[in-house]
């Protein structure tokens, strides 16, 4: 409703979804300002949401909490039919819905630019005209055990994400692993990776860009114990902790109003 373009995809306003959003746009606002007029608090789980609930809402004080992620990197790993001993190892990595806006039709583009292999975990209505998209060396998966998500995981060289998201957790479970992430420069990655340390951005999702980060991101070596350290900065206790934290200030709050 407030950010149609980042949302839409390709089709974007002109799309039939888009049409009826515009439509429906004006309706939306005045029932969602109503709404927040009545909480007493809000918690953006992004920089750039903490600033948009500012913006929209006029909202002062507005608290910020990350989502931790949930890896479990001990577990056990499950190989993937179709794709274990015919992928070269290493592979560049997508895990994502397939939807227009995720951009992953970009990421395919880049993959063949890079002379890399790509694997893509996930579903979606786009998956058809993903799979005509990609060539001999795209390959999918999805419905996966998380044994063998792990493995997903595990084996790729790095992770591509480059679509809007108000934070976007793939990046941390990659890092879990020790897994750079190419991710484009905006929304909530610019809060889950540490450039040059934990991944690299990308200003466009253009895919000749994308390409240029998929080799040049390759071609270094990256810290595998510092990119997980970096994860385990937000780990559920950290995040559990946080939470109770502004509960207890809230409730708090209340007491003395």
């Not at 888009?18 to 909480?39: C, E, I, N």
């Amino acid at each position: 409703m407030y950010l149609p373009d980042d949302y839409l995809g390709d089709g974007g306003r002109t799309s039939i979804v888009g049409r009826a959003l515009t439509s429906l746009t004006p309706f939306l606002k005045r029932w969602d300002q109503k709404a927040a007029r009545r909480h007493r608090a809000y918690v953006g789980n992004s920089t750039v949401v903490r600033e948009r609930i500012a913006r929209v809402y006029g909202k002062r004080d507005v608290g910020l909490i990350f989502p931790p992620h949930s890896v479990d990197t001990s577990g056990e790993l499950e190989e993937i039919p179709g794709v274990t001993g015919v992928i070269e190892p290493d592979y560049l990595l997508v895990v994502s819905r397939l939807m227009p806006y995720k951009n992953v039709d970009k990421v395919i583009k880049a993959a063949q630019l890079a002379d890399r292999d790509l694997l893509i975990i996930g579903h979606g209505p786009e998956r058809d005209n993903l799979r005509a998209l990609g060539g001999p060396r795209t390959f999918f998966a999805q419905d996966l055990s998380e044994a063998q998500l792990r493995w997903g995981y595990a084996n790729s060289g790095t992770l591509a994400t480059v679509s809007h998201e108000d934070f976007g957790i793939t990046p941390l479970e990659a890092a879990a692993w020790g897994k750079p992430t190419i991710a484009l420069r905006a929304g909530g990655f610019l809060d889950s990776i540490n450039e040059g340390v934990t991944g690299t951005y990308v200003d466009s999702t253009d895919p000749s860009a994308i390409a240029a980060a998929i080799t040049e991101t390759y071609a270094r070596d990256w810290g595998e114990d510092v990119i997980k350290a970096h994860a385990e900065t937000f780990s559920e206790e950290r995040f559990a902790d946080q939470i109770g934290a502004a509960l207890g200030q809230l409730a708090q709050e209340r007491q003395l109003s």
